[in-house]
């Protein structure tokens, strides 16, 4: 078979695993790459690349920056390209039916959910959150409709309480890979039939909104461990104490016990313990406000925590 000429789409980090993988495979010629336009970043707000744009200059590719990538004059170039199809990961724009049109194998789309569940922005922050026993990626054929493209393909992993959403991040980068090494090949070749989304299965997986990291300690315990696992990141998970932000960085959920939440039911050298609505949340790191974060002992020491204090508003 010849090689397969596609164009990328693509601009946070978490596109840049799978354009590397696609670039060293022998059987794709990527004829260009598009991301988004840089953006001014940093504390001396310095103009740079987004990680796909730095990663296609890193491996000698054609990139440009693209403010709307359905403008006509986008779309002849495109065609000027005569490429088989397009692969998009985590791109950042809506793609219109006369973009779709264009490729002879209609352009696939990596997402990092088991489709149909969690179409949308924040998939991976929402399977976390929700308390869900499982994730993956998918590799969906693009269709107008957000993320309800036909599936070629999915991914697994188990969602166990030691991943986090930085952790989940790098796993689905290089399931991310494996998918368009295998299932897009395959779908190029015509041995690979996509399978539709059952639409009685969806769940729409919203923007992250920064209040959402306020905790309730009116939740239950393992609620609030979910809600720190998915927003560890971004934007963290907070409560009041004084009238100050302090930030959880670390805790356990503890099924047992509870009483008036918020309340600081035990303390120890190393951890303490918040009742929550259900069970009790053991926290062991924190971040006080405007400070770096520190182990539960250097705050008990610096901060004069006390047994049944109450956190929250």
């Not at 000429?5 to 022998?26: H, K, M, N, Q």
């Not at 840089?38 to 310095?46: A, M, V």
């Not at 030691?162 to 689905?172: A, E, F, H, N």
Request: glycine letters at 8%; hydrophobic letters at 40%.
């Amino acid at each position: 078979m010849s090689v397969v000429r596609i164009i990328y789409l693509g601009t946070p980090d978490f596109a840049v695993t799978p354009l590397t993988a696609l670039a060293e495979d022998p059987h794709f010629k990527i004829v260009r790459v598009y991301t988004q336009p840089d953006k001014p970043s940093g504390r001396n707000l310095k103009v740079q690349p987004t990680p796909v744009k730095a990663e296609a200059l890193r491996l000698g590719l054609d990139v440009q920056n693209v403010e709307n990538i359905n403008d006509e004059s986008v779309l002849n170039e495109i065609r000027s390209l005569q490429v088989d199809s397009a692969v998009v990961v985590a791109f950042g724009q809506i793609l219109k039916p006369e973009f779709l049109e264009i490729f002879v194998h209609p352009p696939v789309n990596v997402h990092s959910s088991l489709l149909p569940r969690w179409r949308g922005a924040a998939p991976m922050q929402r399977a976390l959150m929700a308390g869900d026993v499982e994730t993956g990626v998918a590799l969906q054929v693009i269709v107008s409709k957000l993320d309800a493209g036909p599936v070629l393909g999915v991914r697994k992993i188990a969602l166990t309480d030691d991943l986090d959403i930085i952790q989940l991040y790098d796993i689905l980068k290089q399931k991310s890979r494996e998918l368009l090494k295998v299932e897009f090949m395959d779908y190029i070749r015509g041995n690979l039939i996509a399978v539709p989304q059952d639409e009685s299965l969806k769940t729409i997986a919203k923007k992250i909104r920064k209040e959402e990291g306020l905790i309730n300690w009116s939740l239950s315990a393992r609620q609030i461990f979910n809600q720190l696992r998915g927003l560890k990141s971004w934007p963290g998970v907070w409560t009041l104490r004084e009238g100050k932000i302090l930030k959880v960085i670390s805790a356990t959920p503890l099924e047992d016990g509870g009483g008036s939440p918020g309340k600081i039911i035990d303390l120890k050298s190393d951890y303490f313990d918040v009742s929550c609505g259900n069970g009790v949340l053991r926290i062991t790191e924190v971040q006080p406000e405007s400070r770096a974060a520190m182990k539960v002992a250097d705050y008990v020491r610096g901060y004069h925590l006390k047994l049944s204090e109450k956190l929250g508003s």
